[in-house]
């Protein structure tokens, strides 16, 4: 049901009817505009204009201008223009994730511009870039199936997978539920797209980072899978759920964080080996299986600012005094010390219930030591 791999841009396609062949006309103008030179398909991310309603007759023009696709990307676009701002909100809520999972941390998944989203940082093979591609190849598989549930694209619909073997026979089982399995294969077709189109030398450092990127966009699909879990709603008269409705439900996305947030503490370092093929360099260790994170090079130093590498070090950063963690100041500033000084904060305050039925609170301004990294 979900692993059905190698799936061609015409497996995905579907019946498309005549409103995504109309568009203003001043949307092209206005587009070229603002579109700036990219290097992922991440900088949909950080495009406001990617509307479903904003088409181009024949796709071209619009496909052609995103210069984050690959050429398979850019194909896919064509076929599937309404797709294209969820693409961009799956990798959003990506990268939110990413900034929300490694806010304490010396690295915290800092975008540096429109054009390359997260920097330098990502052309090394480190840990910190496979979370990253696994978490942005999950908010594709989230964003396309919430959208396929909600109607708003016009090749899917709402969930077809199986009825669960364990549901209780009296129970319904329907609904609208995301449809994951739709999700997963275009966010496979699609984000995969860029590295099956290179072709490296089998024993090369280069085909090393494709296996590593390849690997690591699965791992993210297949957590954002295997969270998700029936839902089910009761019905009868008086709340008596005389009958239930289940469906299938994505799991809240701050969950596939978190699991891909474990998965990064115990990521596996990798190499080719003699086929061409990626293994671990510790024998030690169990291989890791196919949920498991994997990368090939070291991470660099996050502790000072370095150009070539891409860190943006972490002098200025905020730390906390007494924790004894990564985001206490003798470890986030890596030794180098920190400043201190007065700052005011606003915060809600006094909050009464009235009835019915609100909360009504003041807003009560205090002094807080805050302490920033030399």
């Known amino acids: 049901m979900l692993l059905r791999h190698g799936l061609t841009c015409s497996a995905l396609l579907g019946t498309r009817d005549a409103r995504h062949g ?38 071209q023009p619009l496909c052609s201008q995103l210069a984050g696709l690959s050429k398979g990307q850019k194909k896919l676009c064509q076929l599937y223009q309404d797709h294209m701002k969820y693409i ?11 900034q929300y999972q490694f806010r304490h941390r010396r690295w915290n998944c800092s975008t540096v511009d429109n054009s390359s989203v997260f920097g330098r940082v990502m052309h090394i ?70 590295e099956r189109e290179k072709t490296y030398p089998k024993f090369t450092t280069e085909n090393a980072r494709l296996l590593m990127n390849l690997h690591n966009n699965e791992a993210g699909r297949r957590a954002v899978y295997d969270l998700a879990h029936v839902s089910c709603k009761c019905h009868g008269v008086s709340g008596s759920c005389s009958l239930k409705t289940c469906w ?18 115990s990521a596996a370092a990798m190499k080719v080996n003699g086929r061409g093929k990626l293994v671990q360099q510790q024998n030690k260790f169990n ?28 002098s200025g950063r905020l730390c906390n005094k007494t924790s004894e ?42 002094t807080v030591d805050q302490f920033v990294c030399k």
């Open 248 to 265: 299938l439900q994505l799991a809240d996305f701050r969950k596939v964080g978190d699991m891909l947030k474990e998965k990064y503490d």
């Open 287 to 314: 291989p890791p299986t196919a949920l498991d994170l994997v990368y090939i090079d070291p991470s660099p130093d996050y502790c000072i600012g370095n150009k070539t590498t891409g860190s943006l070090g972490t």
């Open 125 to 194: 093979g480190s840990r910190e870039t496979a979370f990253t591609y696994a978490i942005s190849a999950a908010g594709v598989v989230n964003a396309v199936s919430r959208a396929c549930r909600e109607g708003d694209l016009s090749s899917c619909g709402c969930s077809r997978a199986a009825r669960p073997k364990d549901l209780p026979r009296d129970w319904l089982w329907g609904g609208c539920g995301d449809n994951l399995n739709y999700g997963y294969r275009f966010s496979k077709e699609f984000v995969d797209a860029r």
């Open 88 to 98: 961009g909100e799956g990798a959003k809520t990506g990268i939110r994730e990413c």
């Open 325 to 366: 963690g990564m985001d206490g100041c003798a470890l986030m500033c890596c030794g180098r010390g920190y400043d201190q000084y007065k700052a005011q904060v606003v915060e809600r305050c006094h909050c009464k219930f009235h009835w019915c039925c609100y909360v009504k609170c003041k807003k009560c301004t205090r």
């Open 22 to 59: 109309v568009v203003a006309v001043t949307f092209l103008a206005v587009f070229m505009q603002v579109v700036v030179e990219a290097s992922s398909w991440w900088s949909l991310a950080m495009n406001p204009l990617l509307i479903p309603e904003a088409y181009i007759i024949g796709a």
